[in-house]
Nanobody
Framework: QVQLVESGGDLVKPGSSLRLSCIPW????????VAWFRQAPGKDREGLFC???????LLGNAVPGRFDVSRDTHRNAAYLQMRALEPEDTAVYYC?????????????????WGQGTQVTVSS
């Protein structure tokens, strides 16, 4: 059974950096598109990045320039690097995978979602 496990979320102060990981069980990330989303309290889930099987990256409309995404095929992991974190970045961060085309739309069909990892930015 396929599972996606996110990790790396934490309570940090403004200006800090975090790297979130998305590690699959039972799935090779090289064969799927991997996307990152976040959902802040009281807000809709929003798409940040989609890392495609073609190694192209699709950016969401509101992705901060302080964020970056990568994939390590040797470790079979995907990463979301976040720098200069702000309180507005506080959210649960999710990864998801799908075959077919890349997307940053949380409402399209995703094959699997992770359980999410909490990022809280507060002084």
């Amino acid at each position: 059974q396929v599972q996606l496990v996110e990790s790396g979320g934490d309570l940090v102060k403004p200006g800090s950096s975090l790297r979130l990981s998305c590690i699959p069980w039972g799935l090779n990330l090289i064969s799927v598109n991997v996307a990152w989303f976040r959902q802040a309290p009281g807000k809709d889930r929003e798409g940040l990045f989609c890392y495609g099987v073609d190694n192209k990256v699709l950016l969401g409309n509101a992705v901060p320039g302080r964020f970056d995404v990568s994939r390590d095929t040797h470790r079979n992991a995907a990463y979301l690097q976040m720098r200069a974190l702000e309180p507005e970045d506080t959210a649960v961060y999710y990864c998801a995978v799908r075959q077919g085309s890349c997307s940053v739309d949380p409402h399209v069909t995703w094959d699997f979602w992770g359980q999410g990892t909490q990022v809280t930015v507060s002084s």
